[in-house]
């Protein structure tokens, strides 16, 4: 269950699907027991995995215990900002609205979204400090941490710094690596320009040192690297854990680390839009996703680190790799808004050098 940062067909509200308030998984939130108001909730999801696990685990649970009724919007980062923009920040079709925080950052600075109050959403307080910012208006209810995989049958020496991919001669010509529209290859040329130069917005160094690695192949999404590992085609590249369990379950000889100068993820950013018409709802909405039997059962089922620290990872995953939310120390946090103003030239500049 994972959003990686690129996105295909769109799909807007047109495609809600009512929700009815099914039992059977009321003991993910006994915390809200008492709160049977009745209300309808418009929420928003991916398709895919996404949608079967919002339908089947997530809110069935959710409106037995609350006895709110939701709605989903099933769509894509790019069809949420836009029904934001069309409707104005004065009338948000959502309350609460969940997105990888690169398409967040887009409209953050338009005046759509406030901080969480604390004593609203009391699991706030248990959050990550890495999978907020700074005044709580983006809070991450799932990251999915992405480091160095690489082929252990392929090399001698295993990696323990991102510098490695371009120092180790047993990486060289076998390197791979999302493309520029999927927001992990954004954040690897960010890394770049963070290891080699001033800091991530350093684009000269970073395209420099991406240049040094050509011609390596480049893929939208993570299935893509999985097959350039499985087949042996590539030996290194980042990829998120999730992706790393799943192919180690299969037999792939395939490992995972966390490079000494730390990790960045694909994350799933949750927003309060500041003038949203049913608040009381989506905080208990909001509050249920960061409860520690919701984020275990993420993890358990779709491999994510909980951001809950909390939340305890099943030890079958921890002997997997499955970081925990105590290791989002490690998590390199980027300035997506900062992102959003220079991204055309960038990508521009990756499709005319890199690609």
Not at 327 to 349: G, Q
Request: a neutral charge; charged letters at 25%; hydrophobic letters at 40%.
């Amino acid at each position: 269950m994972r959003h990686n940062g690129q996105e295909g067909k769109m799909v807007g509200i047109g495609r809600r699907a009512l929700i009815a308030g099914a039992g059977g998984m009321a003991l993910l939130a006994p915390w809200m027991e008492g709160h049977a108001q009745q209300q309808e909730l418009l929420i928003n999801t991916y398709g895919g995995a996404w949608e079967k696990f919002w339908r089947e685990t997530l809110v069935p649970g959710f409106e037995k215990a609350s006895g709110i009724k939701t709605t989903i919007d099933i769509g894509l980062g790019r069809t949420w900002i836009a029904n934001l923009r069309a409707a104005g920040p004065a009338k948000p079709p959502y309350t609460a609205v969940m997105m990888n925080e690169v398409w967040a950052a887009q409209v953050r600075p338009e005046g759509f979204f406030e901080p969480w109050p604390m004593d609203k959403v009391p699991n706030l307080k248990h959050v990550a400090p890495k999978a907020h910012n700074e005044d709580y208006s983006s809070v991450f209810a799932m990251v999915s941490p992405i480091g160095i995989a690489y082929r252990s049958d392929m090399v001698k020496k295993k990696p323990t710094t991102w510098k490695d991919i371009w120092d180790n001669p047993e990486f060289k010509g076998k390197f791979g690596s999302y493309d520029i529209g999927n927001s992990a290859g954004v954040m690897f040329l960010m890394l770049t320009g963070r290891l080699y130069g001033s800091g991530p917005f350093d684009w000269d160094t970073g395209f420099r040192q991406m240049e040094k690695l050509k011609p390596f192949p480049q893929v939208t999404l993570s299935g893509g690297l999985n097959q350039f590992l499985t087949t042996g085609e590539i030996a290194v590249a980042p990829l998120d854990i999730a992706e790393v369990i799943r192919l180690k379950a299969r037999g792939a000889p395939i490992d995972f680390v966390v490079p000494q100068e730390g990790i960045f993820q694909f994350d799933q950013a949750l927003s309060i839009c500041k003038n949203g018409t049913q608040k009381e709802a989506a905080y208990k909405w909001l509050d249920y996703l960061l409860s520690v039997p919701v984020q275990e059962k993420m993890a358990e089922e779709f491999y994510i680190t909980p951001t809950n620290v909390n939340a305890k990872i099943p030890a079958k995953l921890k002997e997997a790799g499955l970081l925990g939310p105590d290791e989002l120390d490690k998590t390199i946090v980027w300035d997506w808004v900062r992102y959003t103003a220079e991204r055309d030239a960038v990508v521009d500049r990756w499709n005319r050098t890199i690609k």
